[in-house]
């Protein structure tokens, strides 16, 4: 394959083609009387890559002109004091959606906080309500990780259409709903969809026959390009930190140097859909602005 064959898909140019979208809808609806999105997010701890993306998420805002707050706790904040916020924010009419940014401490349970999130807000699209809506084919909101990834097909106009895709990695944040929305009947759908993970056998065999890849997994450049089909589109969602050479450098699950020998399209880590799922809460928060759940 040719150097001028291959796309990389930047996560940057697309995130900043959607933003102005966004940007551009949210002006528009305040023309006709609308309020101006306001999304909310609650951080308990220093986490330092929370902090760092609950801070890109109010930047995101400030850019598309949606409001923003910030409710930050100490990591040993009592659950009954979180609970609290939760439920204050449910009830804020001047809050369209909002977010509690994970991992939290291991004296709250993550699965108590998710549901106690009105759905009607729940932006992140963890939810049990929306989830179930989501693979219904409902109107919902999309976990923002595998709409970020709708968004960048889309963007690089990537057909999906009766390709085969596999998915590599069962979770419920990435890999179980990215499999479900590629398999719908809908303009990012329609592939064929094999969802691989730990357990499967014969998982190079999976790829070298897949059409479109989407790795979320959590190892590092755990695939190498020669498991690959020659031409496939690979998004690479993984963001592992390694250490090599005393240096500490963010790779993603695929071997990006011998993926580009073989792909026609990869995703790059960082700068790829990373960026993407801070255009899909946006999006998100949008439709809960504009009352389009």
Known sequence: MSSADFLLLDGKAASAAWKEHIRKEAAEGVLVGKHRPHLAAILV????ASAAYVAGKIKDCEEVGFKSTLLRFPADVHKEDLMEAIDALNRRKDVDGFIVQLPL???ISEHEVLLAIDPAKDVDGFHPENVGRMALGLPTFVPATPYGILLLLEHFEIP???KHA???GRSHIVGSPISILLSQNTPAGNATVTLVHSRTEGLEEHLRNADLVVAAIGKPEFIPGSWLKPGAVVID???NRVERNGKSRLVGDVDFSSAVEVASAVTPVPGGVGLMTRVGLLMNTLKAAHGLR
């Open 166 to 168: 596999v998915v590599v």
């Open 237 to 239: 969602v993984g963001i």
């Open 160 to 162: 999906t259409a009766g």
């Open 45 to 48: 701890g220093d986490h330092p």
């Open 105 to 107: 401490p291991n004296h």
